[in-house]
């Protein structure tokens, strides 16, 4: 039988090609490349939208007017098994407690009972005595108050770390204002006023330390805890007028410029042989400069100094309500401020935000922003931004901004004018030629990003992007 003639040129046979392959062709053809591609590269909407302010002597320095802030932290717990414990100087977050150091926090923290509440279980209810403190160690608490016909209406939420009924620790003869219910399954520490009678009857340095507190002036400050500028108003005849001034934080927060640096290195031989048709130094430093960029953009959100995620104020972080980003929850988000120009948010949670829209029958609109058509929502454009952080149980965050010196917002921070700039505020150095000629060139950009009043960032915290 005759054996059958393979066409493959690494098989033995008689070779039925009558001319040159093209595979073989192409080896000696003349191709048209393109240049390296890289997938890391992004929208970087960041630090695009961000107004980006000259700083000359590499720090930058936000001067506001004096704020009083009292214990408006966050509670921190440990815990072994099931079982969790506040930590006993985190107690001091607690305003009535702040400042005190003594050893009965310890005595404090070991009289919390830890309660496990169910979805919908209440916790206090509305014109019930107000005998007890709560910490919120995980879990969601709604809070919800009566409403103007009787219905109810909500009052916000509390998550981990978050606390209420603290004014039990230096008030008596207290009732609930509002009905607090479990949102999710909680986990809550109680302490309970007998217990803490207890602890404040044997540690005089506490004792002393509340009858302090309760009979300290507050000094007068308008809701956002700012230092009060006294006006008169309204008045006839010729009254007193007030007199006053504008105080200034004694210590005001500096931004120093972070520095985000790599060292590229091409060898001599590729630099001198291989620049045609595509000039291999060029290609090298421009997808480095991309990777720079990408890492800039990621230190300005996660940083843990100057990272939006963490210098949004307390008072401008929510949580949503039931977990999956909603309307009711971007509603919230922009009602803190006076104006939000950008939404910042992963494209998971874009997409879960477009999910919920459409199961409510709602489809938002775009807007035209920068010459691309973005999702919005009320008007303001929500830009996809992958390096803000997903975590392993499924849960993200989503930024609100108002941008802008002028407007008292979030602005970035650079210094432009470098030696051998290559970009605004990016500079590329020779650092010369070492033994095995090997050319190395410094990349280095400086950067940061500041918050010039707390309600120009907000935070929709705990989102739940995988229902």
Request: hydrophobic share 40%; net charge negative; proline share 6%.
């Amino acid at each position: 039988m005759t054996e059958p003639v393979s066409t493959d040129p690494g098989v033995t046979g008689e070779d039925p090609r009558l001319s040159l392959s093209t595979a073989a062709a192409r080896n000696l053809a003349t191709t048209t490349k393109s240049v390296p591609q890289m997938q890391e590269i992004t929208s970087r909407w960041l630090l695009r939208v961000l107004p980006w302010v000259q700083t000359a002597g590499g720090v930058y320095r936000v001067n506001r007017r004096l704020t009083y802030i009292l214990g408006d932290g966050l509670v921190t717990f440990t815990s072994t098994g099931s079982e969790v414990r506040v930590v006993p100087g985190e107690l001091a977050e607690l305003p009535a407690l702040r400042g005190f150091d003594g050893d009965a926090l310890a005595g404090l923290a070991d009289r919390f009972a830890q309660r496990e509440y169910a979805p919908g279980d209440v916790l206090v209810e509305t014109g019930a005595p107000a005998d007890a403190v709560f910490l919120v160690a995980h879990g969601k608490i709604g809070k919800f108050g009566p409403g103007e016909y009787g219905d109810e209406r909500s009052l916000g939420v509390l998550a981990d770390g978050e606390y209420f009924g603290d004014d039990v620790l230096v008030e008596s003869d207290l009732t609930w204002e509002y009905t607090a219910r479990a949102l999710t399954a909680a986990t809550v520490l109680v302490l309970t006023r007998e217990q803490l009678a207890e602890v404040v009857e044997r540690d005089t340095a506490l004792r002393g330390h509340l009858a302090d507190y309760r009979s300290r002036p507050q000094p007068p400050r308008n809701r956002q805890g700012e230092a009060e500028i006294a006006i008169a108003a309204g008045h006839s005849g010729e009254p007193d007028r007030p007199g006053t001034f504008v105080d200034y934080e004694l210590a005001p927060r500096e931004y120093e410029l972070s520095v985000a640096q790599t060292v590229l290195r091409i060898h001599s031989r590729v630099a001198d042989l291989y620049n045609e048709p595509i000039n291999q130094l060029e290609q090298q430093l421009r997808l480095t400069v991309e990777a720079l960029r990408e890492r800039q953009e990621y230190e300005l959100v996660n940083n843990s100094d100057f990272g939006l995620l963490h210098n949004a104020d307390l008072r401008q972080r929510i949580h949503t309500r039931s977990g999956p980003p909603t309307p009711d929850d971007f509603d919230e988000l922009l009602s803190r401020r006076r104006s939000t120009h950008f939404l910042l948010a992963h494209p998971r949670t874009i997409a879960a935000f477009g999910r919920e829209c459409t199961a409510r029958g709602i489809y938002p609109a775009t807007v035209l922003f920068h010459d691309q058509h973005v999702p919005a929502w009320r008007g303001v454009p929500l830009l996809p931004l992958n390096k803000i952080p997903i975590s392993a149980t499924g849960t993200t965050s989503v930024i609100a901004l108002r941008t802008g010196e002028e407007n008292q917002g979030v602005i970035g921070l650079h210094h432009t004018g470098l030696a051998d700039e290559y970009e605004p505020g990016l500079s590329v150095r020779f650092m010369g030629i070492n033994e095995k000629a090997i050319i190395s060139y410094l990349v280095t950009t400086y950067f940061s990003a500041a918050v010039l009043v707390p309600d120009a960032l907000g935070i929709l915290e705990s989102v739940e992007i995988g229902r």
